[in-house]
């Protein structure tokens, strides 16, 4: 048995050799002992060069990027309360928005039962709050830097909520470790808070 094996060896080892030019020019092989050669040589699987995968990689990670809040031009700005918009049912249009520090925002009740209230866990500190009466329009000027979260209290476990960025987004990490708690009160749309947050 193993000298069936040594001869098997020799006999591929001469076919190699053949193969890349050893020997002489008088060994010819047959059709069969090339196709035998070329399937022993044959590459399994694919090569992927590592550029390949880490281009790859952040190709996949750019589309999955949420897109960035520019500033908004003016130091007044319009939020409308709306059971219904281009980013779902109970929204403030936009739940997104970039301010200068002293900007006034104005939120207006397009549609009934909505107001605008902070959650305070959410606003930086020192920052005053606000609650707006239900059914009613209200202006806030923020004058301290930092990130505001606000809700619809009688949607806002519907996550019926909107980020502001005024200046820096200085509290910008204690935000996101409240938002990861807070919407556990969520019904619905339970990443919505987080997807605005990561477009800051």
């Known amino acids: 048995m193993s000298s069936r094996i040594v001869l098997l060896n020799n006999f591929v080892m001469f076919l190699f050799l053949a193969g890349c030019g050893f020997g002489g020019d008088n060994v010819s092989l047959t059709e069969k002992q090339k196709t035998m050669i070329a399937e022993r040589i044959a590459p399994v699987g694919s090569i992927v060069k590592v550029e390949d995968l880490i281009q790859e990689k952040s190709d996949v990670s750019s589309e999955m990027m949420p897109d960035k809040v520019a500033l908004s031009q003016g130091n007044e700005h319009v939020v409308e309360m709306l059971n219904s918009g281009d980013g779902g049912n109970m929204i403030f249009d936009p739940p997104v928005i970039k301010v200068s520090k002293g ?98």
């Open 103 to 200: 900007d006034t925002i104005h939120f207006r009740a397009v549609d009934m039962s909505h107001n605008s209230a902070t959650i305070n866990s959410m606003i930086p500190s020192g920052a005053e709050s606000w609650t707006g009466l239900i059914n009613q329009d209200i202006s806030v000027v923020l004058d301290i830097e930092g990130v505001y979260v606000y809700q619809c209290d009688p949607h806002a476990m519907m996550a019926m909520v909107g980020v502001i960025q005024v200046g820096a987004a200085t509290n910008i990490s204690e935000v996101k470790i409240a938002a990861e708690e807070y919407k556990s009160n969520f019904m619905l749309n339970t990443d919505r808070l987080t997807g605005y947050l990561a477009q800051l």
